[in-house]
């Protein structure tokens, strides 16, 4: 029933860097896009970075340079390298996938639990 499972989360000083993994079920297939939200308290949620199927990426203005997102098709996993992480990134990062359900055999998004990063000195 769990869909996408999260980890790599934790408090780190600023400067420091976390790597984010999510591992979705192998069962869902025809996968188009991975993507990194991030959501801060009293705030909506933000599109960090994405990655297409086709290796396409695309950063929000305020991590390009410091965050990197990845992927390993063939276990259906996205990563996020963050170096050079600052306070304004503490957020809970939730991890999104855009594919076909094996069950309904219909397209849809799919989100993590969510995993924390605070960054603090």
């Known amino acids: 029933q769990v869909q996408l499972v999260e980890s790599g989360g934790g408090l780190v000083q600023p400067g420091g860097s976390l790597r984010l993994s999510c591992a979705a079920s192998?069962?869902?297939?025809?996968?188009?896009?991975m993507a990194w939200y991030r959501q801060a308290p009293g705030k909506q949620r933000e599109l960090v970075a994405t990655?297409?199927?086709?290796?396409?990426?695309n950063y929000v203005d305020s991590v390009k340079g410091r965050f990197t997102i990845s992927r390993d098709s063939a276990k259906n996993t996205v990563y996020l390298q963050m170096n050079s992480l600052k306070p304004e990134d503490t957020a809970v990062y939730y991890c999104?996938?855009?594919?076909?359900?094996?069950?309904?055999?219909?397209?849809?998004?799919?989100w993590g639990q969510g995993t924390q990063v605070t960054v603090s000195s």
């Open positions: 192998r069962s869902i297939f025809s996968i188009s896009r």
């Open positions: 990655i297409t199927n086709g290796g396409n990426t």
């Open positions: 999104n996938v855009n594919g076909v359900d094996p069950v309904a055999f219909i397209r849809r998004d799919y």
